[in-house]
């Protein structure tokens, strides 16, 4: 598609992409490299990083491989943010589809619903989702998608309510196609692409999310996760501070992986010059 | 006049979103594995059900649903939060005491992201597709992927830790007793890193959004017209494109309120402050529903008011918003 | 002489379709006359006008040539220079009032504004100056246009603004681009008149960019022939329009519609109606107002004839139109498509009869879906009622070439094709239903005038061929004198007049019609040239 091939000329989608396959490269080979449960006691605590070749990256402040824990930890964020991203974008466009479709009443209310999940704080309730229901890793990935979807949905809405009077779309109509097909073949496959994009901020506020949930200790902890180690790297900040230091730089990595591709792709799909004759 | 109508409308359409987010509360309350009296029981080490049942009674907690969404709905219109179990006090109470600290955090950095963020996306929209647009843009970028709590964290280790300029955490200095212009001074230096970690993701985000506006509205039709007229460029910037490319910026504004509640949870937590985001913290770690609840009620109601005004400030610079009916 | 432009050639950037906007251009206006630009997208009329001014978009740079302006070259001058010229010794006006104002300032202020950067007058004089010029625009309280919004003032009030803002310093040249294309043909003839005094009264030199050739013989002094960047021919407005040399020139002149219909064959005096409009009204909620959009509107369509629905925006006709196709309901009256009332039919009952009415849309752009082949979209109405594909298709393939398209073709996307093809499409999605009626809304408002001519004889043909009955929607009297046989003019959602298309264009009777028949641009010259 012509949209594949201006990605692979923007310099941020390719800086982007190159950073995500080395984050994925470190999904994929966790198993392999570190056969041990990177949450079990492997040696002394507080090791420095380069000092015992069995440690490459050190201990943490229990006697756990930091280096282990980053690379299963990516597991953790990569599975999470996908998983919540699909439940937002799933419902996200649901919701914004059918509001911006069939209008009045239906637009009225849907959007009342939106409002309200969009007035409390996504974190916050992100909180008060996790005393109800618990964060065992599965249920924190539907809870944040739970609490991500509204902007999806008004993304969506958006484009449904310019396509819906499109003429190509009252063409349709003029024709008897029924409300089903103009929505699912005519208008969704238009609406789509800003969505898609949108979905990469999704995703990179997803990773976020839950690793500030574990960074306050509130994650799931029998699961190696970034934010775990933040919070462990916490208590030695003064003494140790590669076991805070170096999994926010692989989180910031990944997130500007994420957020490149995603600006690759908003600048792959919209047009530039505006010419006139 | 206008504005006045549109306060009006504003606050009407504002009532059911509230309702809803009661409604949806107290769903959520219902789905909660044990109630306020259970923790009041587990406290008091008893497993006297007849008491439990005498107990709900009091506190409204028994009867049908409808009977409890009824007394819920009825508290909270009293402004009666509940009680907390942990704290010993009316969950308001607690709340209102943390709250000035957040407010203080919120302001002091939605100010500074939206000043700094202009400037610096000004410069990056003037010299767009130049070196100190890419170098800005990236450095946008890369704050904006940065996780708050481990800037806030780095920013201790380097400026308490390392270089010892200013302090770790806390909003005073607790050992020295300071009053009047000494204690605004102290309460204003312990405020300056979380102010900048949890401004930071903002600031990436106004920077990149007053860019692509300002952007957006050079390509407008009336900016030709501007220069059309002999108007030099700096002149059609601030006077044309600017209060145009507000608009967005504007709106941008009362949708971060939100998400920088709940930042504050975060870097409040981090720098040890007495503020509502660290009471939400510790309402989850002690499973005190009450209050976590109330911090839910409260938050809806500053984001309300944020947008509120948010709204009114819109309305003021753009003369084509009407109310609609 | 107030300009002169010698050897202009402008270059466009990199990925654009073509390599010049403008190719080695000589023009020069006078001090006291109007020169009229003409001609169709893609001629760089544009370009050429926002070059004199130098105010070309990133990319646009001119690459050879001069400009001369008051005995300086305009391309040698700094740029602090220029900007004392622009606003005060060059006037500009553009194409779009709504756009083209700063929607938040007040138009008195954007005016002064012009006043503040040339001048040292002082504030209360400038004021003073401002609602002066209003009034000479003929607004009727310059007071209170001064004091207001763009958005508070109609499309015509907002360009007589636009013109007091060019003309405040009483420049020596005024550069009209497209002016009043985007107005409604009444407003139009109002702004050209204004044009027309303005010019007289201050002496100056007007360069006139349109596309319309009955405007250019409306003003004209002289006039400029443009097309894909070059100069084609230029001359007298007397001699361009009564002999053009030029092939080009003739071919856009012929294309023009003109105001007397084209003699046909009688109409059938006993077609029976197929189409009966009777006492329709809807309203619609705008912004805590009803707004009427039809009242009481009663109309006929005999079988086998057009009849074109006129009126300006705001008329309704296109609320009518989609009220006939049930893409709108009305609120009371009712519709009949040989003899059957489609307004009180359910859902279920309208989808039998869908075929019955189709529509051919107005913006080639927006009509097509961008995602789906061309083949498949005028096949999706057949297949949706049930036909086969091994049936559908061949009949696909021959109402291309009904519609003058290479069957072939059908495996092509729509951004493949121009305007005026995708319109041709667009007629054969709505013939694949076989339908009564065609109901074209607009259908060649949208396309240049040599495609447009195209497209009316194309629609023409297929309605005799097919024995189609056509209710044609447009704002322009001169493309419904070439088509219609009968002519119905609406006005704030009623009709004011209704007859043959000859009786109704040449001897309107409504004074309404008479003043939208009087504001035709170039009428007197169409009358003077049509045998």
């Given at each position: 598609m012509a949209v594949l091939k201006s990605l692979a000329r923007s310099p941020s989608a390719i800086i982007g992409a190159a950073l995500l396959l080395l984050i994925l490269a470190m999904a994929a080979s966790a198993g392999w490299l570190f056969p041990n449960d990177p949450l079990s006691l492997a040696g002394r605590p507080l090791q420095a990083p380069f000092a015992n070749p069995r440690f490459p990256l050190g201990t943490d402040s229990v006697g756990r491989n930091v280096a282990a824990q980053l690379f299963y930890g990516a597991r953790t964020s990569l599975l999470i943010g996908l998983i919540s991203t699909i439940v937002a974008i799933v419902i996200g466009i649901v919701v914004g589809a059918l509001a911006g479709f069939y209008g009045r009443w239906i637009d009225t209310a849907l959007m009342r619903v939106t409002e309200a999940f969009q007035t409390v704080p996504s974190f916050i309730l992100l909180l008060l989702l996790v005393v109800i229901f618990g964060s065992h890793i599965g249920t924190l990935a539907l809870t944040i998608g739970v609490?991500?979807?509204?902007?999806?949905?008004?993304?969506?809405?958006?484009?449904?309510?310019?396509?819906?009077?499109?003429?190509f779309v009252q063409a349709c109509r003029g024709l008897g196609m029924p409300n089903w097909r103009i929505i699912f073949f005519e208008i969704l496959p238009n609406a789509l692409p800003p969505v898609i994009v949108y979905a990469s901020v999704v995703m990179a506020f997803s990773i976020l999310l839950e690793s500030a949930l574990a960074f306050l200790g509130l994650s799931d902890p029998n699961v190696a996760s970034w934010g775990n180690l933040i919070a462990d790297g916490r208590r030695v900040l003064r003494t140790a501070a590669y076991v805070a230091t170096l999994p926010g730089l692989v989180i910031l990595i990944t997130v500007l992986s994420i957020s490149l591709i995603g600006q690759g792709l908003n600048d792959a799909m919209n047009p530039r010059l505006r010419r006139k004759d | 006049m206008r504005i006045l109508r549109l306060a009006l409308y504003r606050l009407a359409v504002s009532l059911p979103c509230m309702l809803i987010i009661l409604l949806g509360l107290f769903l959520l309350l219902q789905l909660a594995p044990g109630d306020a009296v259970d923790a009041l029981m587990g406290q008091m080490g008893s497993s006297d059900t007849?008491?439990?049942?005498?107990?709900?009674?009091?506190?409204?907690?028994g009867g049908g649903v409808a009977t409890r969404l009824a007394v819920y709905l009825l508290n909270v219109l009293r402004l009666d939060l509940g009680f907390s179990v942990a704290y010993n006090q009316p969950v308001l109470t607690v709340i209102l005491q943390r709250l000035p600290v957040t407010l203080l955090l919120m302001i002091s950095a939605l100010s500074f992201a939206f000043a700094a963020g202009m400037v610096v996306g000004l410069l990056a929209a003037r010299r767009v597709n130049r070196w100190p647009d890419t170098l800005i843009s990236m450095l946008a970028l890369i704050f904006y992927a940065t996780p708050s709590f481990w800037i806030g964290l780095m920013g201790i280790l380097v400026f308490a830790v390392k270089l010892n300029w200013l302090p770790s955490g806390g909003i005073n200095d607790l050992s020295a007793d300071y009053s009047g212009v000494r204690l605004v001074l102290d309460t204003a230096v312990h405020l300056i890193l979380p102010t900048m970690t949890l401004a930071l993701i903002y600031f990436a985000i106004y920077v990149r959004i007053t860019r692509a506006s300002m952007l957006e509205v050079m390509t407008l039709d009336?900016?030709?017209?501007?220069?059309?007229?002999?108007?030099?460029?700096?002149?059609?910037?601030?006077?044309?494109?600017?209060?145009?490319?507000?608009?967005?910026?504007?709106?941008?504004?009362?949708?971060?309120?939100?998400?920088?509640?709940?930042?504050?949870?975060?870097?409040?937590?981090?720098?040890?402050?007495?503020?509502?985001g660290r009471l939400a913290h510790e309402a989850v770690i002690q499973r005190d529903l009450n209050m976590l609840l109330g911090i839910v009620f409260m938050s809806s109601l500053l984001v309300i008011a944020i947008n509120f005004i948010v709204d009114l400030v819109y309305a003021r610079i753009d003369p084509r918003i009407e109310a609609n009916g | 002489m107030a300009l002169s432009i010698e050897n202009l050639s402008v270059r466009l950037p990199r990925h654009a379709d073509r390599e010049y906007a403008v190719r080695d251009l000589s023009l020069d206006v006078g001090d006291n006359e109007i020169v009229c630009v003409v001609g169709e997208s893609g001629s760089g009329k544009s370009i050429m006008a926002s070059s004199i001014l130098r105010l070309l978009p990133e990319g646009v740079t001119p690459e050879a040539g001069r400009i001369l302006f008051e005995g300086e070259n305009l391309f040698g001058l700094p740029l602090d220079a220029m900007r004392g010229i622009r606003g005060a010794r060059i006037g500009m006006i553009f194409q779009d009032p709504m756009t083209a104002l700063n929607p938040l300032h007040r138009v008195g202020d954007q005016i002064a504004e012009t006043f503040r950067l040339h001048t040292s007058l002082p504030p209360a004089e400038v004021r003073a100056r401002v609602i002066d010029l209003l009034g000479q625009?003929?607004?009727?309280?310059?007071?209170?246009?001064?004091?207001?919004?763009?958005?508070?003032?109609?499309?015509?009030?907002?360009?007589?603004?636009?013109?007091?803002?060019?003309?405040?310093?009483?420049?020596?040249?005024?550069?009209?681009?497209?002016?009043?294309?985007?107005?409604?043909?009444?407003?139009?003839?109002?702004?050209?008149?204004?044009?027309?005094?303005?010019?007289?009264?201050?002496?100056?030199?007007?360069?006139?960019?349109?596309?319309?050739?009955?405007?250019?013989?409306?003003?004209?002094?002289?006039?400029?022939?443009?097309?894909?960047?070059?100069?084609?021919?230029?001359?007298?407005?007397?001699?361009?329009?009564?002999?053009?040399?030029?092939?080009?020139?003739?071919?856009?002149?012929?294309?023009?519609?003109?105001?007397?219909?084209?003699?046909?064959?009688?109409?059938?005096?006993?077609?029976?109606?197929?189409?009966s409009i009777v006492n329709v009204s809807k309203t619609y909620r705008q912004k805590g107002r009803d707004v009427a959009a039809l009242k009481n509107v009663t109309l006929a369509l005999r079988r086998g004839s057009t009849l074109g629905i006129v009126g300006e925006s705001g008329s309704g006709k296109s609320t009518l139109a989609r009220c006939i196709v049930r893409l709108l309901t009305t609120d009371s009256g009712a519709i009949e498509v040989d003899g059957a009332n489609i307004t009180a039919m359910t859902r279920v009952e309208w989808r039998k009869n869908v075929r019955r009415v189709q529509m051919v849309f107005q913006d080639p752009y927006a009509s097509l879906n961008p995602r789906r082949k061309v083949g498949d979209l005028v096949a999706q109405g057949p297949l949706i009622h049930g036909a086969k594909a091994a049936d559908v298709y061949p009949r696909v393939r021959d109402l291309f070439a009904l519609v003058g398209l290479d069957p072939a073709a059908v495996d092509r996307y729509p951004h493949e094709f121009s305007g005026g093809q995708r319109q041709r499409i667009g007629l054969a999605r709505a013939l694949a239903m076989e339908p009564d009626i065609l109901v074209a809304d607009e259908p060649v408002s949208?396309?240049?005038?040599?495609?447009?001519?195209?497209?009316?004889?194309?629609?023409?043909?297929?309605?005799?061929?097919?024995?189609?009955?056509?209710?044609?929607?447009?704002?322009?009297?001169?493309?419904?004198?070439?088509?219609c046989d009968r002519v119905a003019i609406m006005q704030g959602g009623q009709v004011v007049e209704e007859g043959m298309a000859a009786d109704v264009l040449v001897a309107p009777k409504h004074p309404y019609s008479q003043a939208l028949v009087a504001a035709v641009p170039g009428r007197k010259w169409h009358a003077a040239t049509d045998v």
């Open positions: 609490v991500s979807w509204t902007a999806p949905a008004r993304l969506t809405r958006a484009e449904f309510l310019t396509l819906r009077n499109r003429e | 007849a008491l439990a049942e005498t107990l709900r009674q009091q506190y409204g907690l009336f900016i030709r017209t501007a220069r059309a007229k002999g108007l030099k460029e700096g002149a059609v910037l601030v006077r044309h494109a600017l209060r145009n490319a507000l608009l967005p910026m504007v709106t941008i504004l009362g949708l971060q309120a939100g998400g920088m509640l709940g930042g504050a949870v975060v870097v409040e937590s981090v720098f040890t402050l007495p503020g509502l | 625009m003929h607004l009727p309280d310059p007071a209170r246009a001064a004091r207001a919004y763009p958005h508070e003032l109609s499309g015509g009030q907002r360009q007589r603004a636009m013109i007091a803002m060019a003309l405040a310093l009483e420049p020596k040249l005024l550069i009209a681009d497209e002016p009043t294309t985007a107005l409604d043909v009444t407003t139009q003839a109002q702004i050209l008149s204004l044009i027309r005094e303005l010019q007289q009264r201050n002496r100056m030199g007007v360069l006139f960019i349109t596309h319309d050739f009955g405007v250019v013989a409306e003003i004209a002094t002289r006039i400029a022939v443009m097309r894909h960047g070059v100069l084609v021919e230029e001359g007298s407005a007397a001699k361009v329009l009564e002999a053009p040399e030029h092939p080009y020139t003739r071919e856009l002149i012929a294309a023009v519609p003109s105001l007397k219909p084209p003699s046909k064959e009688p109409l059938q005096p006993l077609g029976q109606s197929v189409l949208a396309l240049d005038v040599s495609v447009q001519a195209q497209v009316l004889t194309l629609i023409a043909d297929i309605q005799r061929k097919l024995g189609l009955s056509v209710v044609f929607i447009t704002h322009d009297l001169r493309v419904a004198a070439q088509i």
